[in-house]
């Protein structure tokens, strides 16, 4: 997950390269253990965003990095002039429940 303070000139080109079918999209779905890309946008606050890529598992993410490297820091390197603050929130796995238990990792 990643929060963003967009610059004001460039909160259209910002969704159209983050939101759902956009260039990150196209770049992550190569990888047939990408699940979907959403783009949040703040109600109070209309150049920050909050983006969530789903993955089957996070290394799935770092095999196509490596994998496309060039293509990754291309695109950041272009949409960077689109940012003004950037924070990379965290790395999520999703909770699953069987009944009144969690399972994954302990």
Do not use: K
């Not at 799935?60 to 990095?65: A, H, K, T």
């Amino acid at each position: 997950m990643c929060e963003f303070i967009v610059v004001p000139d460039f909160v259209i080109d910002f969704q159209r390269a983050y939101g759902p079918f956009g260039d990150w999209f196209q770049l992550f779905r190569r990888s047939p253990s990408f699940l979907r890309l959403e783009l949040h946008r703040d109600s109070h606050a209309s150049r920050r965003f909050v983006t969530i890529d789903c993955w089957e598992s996070g290394e799935f993410v770092d095999s196509l990095r490596a994998a496309h490297a060039a293509e990754f820091e291309a695109l950041e390197a272009r949409c960077q002039r689109y940012i003004e603050h950037q924070l990379m929130t965290g790395r999520f796995e999703i909770v699953r429940y069987h009944a009144s238990r969690a399972i994954g990792p302990r």
